[in-house]
């Protein structure tokens, strides 16, 4: 995997895992991102397959959602490994938004 990908996937992670072993954030916001990444990831794995064998192609606005709620982190891993969707500017333009909107919400619970 890129180590720029990994880094930034290790860096926010610690940090998830600082700021709720600090109290500052609920216990359950880990375990969320661990599903939603979990499901992103294997979502991206299934579209790089459908897209090699002619079959239905997951919507790109399902991966953005996948993002958005908190999957980011197995999206971009799943970008790097598989090398899927990682070229298509369109794609990457919008992924990166998710990823920023939903650490700006992250940060303002944080402000709370």
Known sequence: MHPL????????AAFLA????????????LPLYLVASIIAFAVY?????????GRWRTRESTLHLLALIGGWPG?????KVLRHKS???SF???YWITVT?????LVSLLMM
């Open 5 to 12: 990908a990994s880094a930034i996937v290790f860096v926010f």
């Open 18 to 29: 600082f700021a709720t072993m600090q109290g500052k954030l609920s216990s359950l916001l």
């Open 45 to 53: 794995a299934i579209d790089k397959s459908a897209a090699h064998n």
């Open 75 to 79: 999206a971009l891993i799943a970008q």
């Open 87 to 89: 070229k298509k500017q």
């Open 92 to 94: 990457q333009v919008i």
């Open 101 to 105: 909107v939903n650490c700006t919400v």
